[in-house]
């Protein structure tokens, strides 16, 4: 097997939440983020842009070529570091889901790179409505993230892929920008709309889709065309809302995939994607466990600096007390579906200083022997529960991002003081960090 192929550039097209057609959403570790560019260094945007003329961009062509000959493309670095610490990457993930392999690819790809495959595989961000400002994300994901985010960088602009965005105050005197809103472009949903008869799955994440009206509309188009039956869709969902109406649609389709965007328990939760309320996170958990055989779960517990500490805890929980029968039931992933949030690098377990890396390297020796004397965890379990943390850790050890820490505390400082909360309730163990800063 190629150690560099991966299906996505072949089958796979993904659309950013203003638009901008990029590789993926791993590929995005080089400062272009994985941006399909015209020759102009203008970005394909789903807005305006032909997707079939996206797939033979440059940059498409020339990942294809790298993975043709076994090299790793600089986008797909991500891939790359996590399989590197042990880490299942997005790349193995895909091998595994689809039926195409390095013989297709060979065989569906000109010497230039360019091919014609349609694509079954969408990844649809329809803008960044969302409820929640999380740590680890910024205003390119969801608007609630606009007035804080402004206020600490003490500017209405900032830089997104398609260029300099500036948010303006409307006339109730809240800032907003209408870049987020290509959705609204009929050549898109034209192009989409013949697309469908070929789609086999759609990703959709934030903006928080249960939030997005054109979440919904797409929905439809999908039912009204008679291909729902056909199709899987896939959410990262953040669970502070499961209207009636989607668990309607969701019985049509073949396949409902929910990834829940669940990183804690109570404060631990609260904290890290201010302002979701841990109460209201849990009813809908309970609910989506309970939701017919088309639909699977899973916890998408995103790694940080301010829930590294509680992994394992959050696990040890998953396990013994949450009680549930479908989220993470797959023999596989039997725990919690886990990644570190590569970016923004302030908030990356990589940046804690060696004396911090130690004690969470305690933590869950701890954690793995209080794991490995529970006589009612079985040994897969066990051996699963060692795994996280092991690849977690190695990851965190990997790499030295401590010039991030000034930056760390000015941010989580800002934050804390804005949203009424306090790193130390949910990390203690950063006590001695942050007692310099008077927090
Ligand atoms: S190897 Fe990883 S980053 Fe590259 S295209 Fe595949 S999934 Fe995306």
Same mark, same amino acid.
């Given at each position: 097997m190629s150690k560099t192929f991966c299906p996505i550039p072949w089958i796979f097209q993904a659309v950013r939440n203003n638009g901008d057609i990029r590789v993926c959403c791993q590929a995005n570790v080089t400062p272009n983020q994985g941006v399909v560019r015209h020759p102009d260094g203008t970005s394909y945007n789903a807005g305006r842009d032909s997707f079939d003329e996206a797939k033979?961009?440059?940059?498409?062509?020339?990942?294809?070529?790298?993975?043709?000959?076994?090299?790793?493309?600089?986008?797909?670095?991500?891939?790359?570091?996590?399989?590197?610490?042990g880490l299942e990457s997005r790349r193995i993930y895909e091998l595994k889901a689809w039926d195409y392999s390095l013989t297709d690819a060979k065989r569906d790809t000109l010497?230039?790179?360019?091919?014609?495959?349609?694509?079954?595989?969408?990844?649809?961000?329809?803008?960044?409505?969302?409820?929640l400002a999380c740590r680890m994300c910024g205003p390119t994901d969801s608007h609630t993230w606009y007035e804080q985010w402004a206020e600490y960088h003490g500017s209405n602009k900032y830089q997104d892929t398609h260029g300099e965005v500036e948010l303006k105050r409307n006339e109730k005197g809240r800032l907003y920008t209408a870049d987020y809103d290509w959705h609204n472009s009929e050549s898109f949903w034209e192009q989409i709309e013949k697309n469908i008869p070929y789609i086999q799955h759609v990703?959709?994440?934030?903006?928080?889709?249960? &939030?997005?009206?054109?979440?919904? /509309?797409?929905?439809? +188009?999908? %039912?009204? *065309?008679?291909?729902?039956?056909? #199709?899987?869709?896939?959410?990262?969902?953040?669970?502070?809302?499961?209207?009636?109406?989607?668990?309607?649609?969701?019985?049509?389709?073949?396949?409902?995939?929910?990834?829940?965007?669940?990183?804690?328990m109570g404060e631990v939760l609260?904290?890290?994607?201010?302002?979701?309320?841990?109460?209201?996170a849990i009813n809908n958990l309970n609910k989506v466990d309970n939701l017919p055989d088309n639909v699977t779960a899973w916890v998408a517990f995103t790694v940080?600096?301010?829930?590294?500490?509680?992994?394992?805890?959050? &696990?040890?929980?998953?396990?013994? /007390?949450?009680?549930? +029968?479908? %989220?993470? *039931?797959?023999?596989?992933?039997? #725990?919690?579906?886990?990644?570190?949030?590569?970016?923004?690098?302030r908030a990356n377990i990589r940046l804690l200083p060696s004396e911090?890396?130690?004690?969470?390297?305690?933590?869950?020796?701890?954690?793995?022997?209080?794991?490995?004397?529970?006589?009612?965890?079985?040994?897969?379990?066990?051996?699963?529960?060692?795994?996280?943390?092991?690849s977690v850790?190695?990851?965190?050890?990997?790499?030295?991002?401590?010039?991030?820490?000034?930056?760390f505390i000015k941010f989580t400082t800002y934050l804390d003081k804005a949203r009424k909360q306090n790193i130390l309730d949910v990390v203690p163990q950063y006590e001695e960090l942050f007692r310099t800063t008077g927090t």
């Open positions: 033979n961009a440059e940059l498409m062509k020339s990942i294809r070529k790298n993975m043709l000959d076994g090299v790793w493309s600089e986008e797909c670095g991500r891939c790359q570091q996590e399989e590197q610490a010497p230039d790179g360019t091919i014609t495959v349609r694509s079954s595989y969408f990844d649809l961000r329809f803008g960044n409505l969302c409820n990703y959709m994440a934030g903006g928080e889709p249960m &939030m997005i009206e054109r979440h919904y /509309e797409f929905l439809n +188009k999908c %039912i009204g *065309s008679g291909h729902a039956g056909n #199709i899987t869709i896939e959410y990262n969902t953040n669970m502070t809302s499961l209207p009636p109406r989607v668990l309607e649609m969701w019985k049509q389709f073949k396949q409902i995939r929910v990834g829940c965007s669940i990183d804690g609260e904290y890290q994607r201010w302002p979701v309320k841990w109460k209201q940080t600096a301010y829930n590294i500490f509680h992994l394992p805890e959050f &696990m040890l929980w998953k396990l013994k /007390e949450s009680g549930w +029968k479908k %989220i993470n *039931s797959s023999p596989q992933k039997p #725990i919690i579906t886990h990644h570190v949030a590569h970016g923004p690098k911090l890396k130690l004690k969470v390297h305690n933590h869950y020796d701890y954690y793995k022997f209080k794991v490995a004397t529970d006589p009612d965890l079985n040994e897969k379990i066990k051996k699963k529960f060692n795994k996280i943390l092991d850790e190695k990851y965190m050890m990997d790499d030295d991002y401590s010039e991030k820490i000034p930056e």
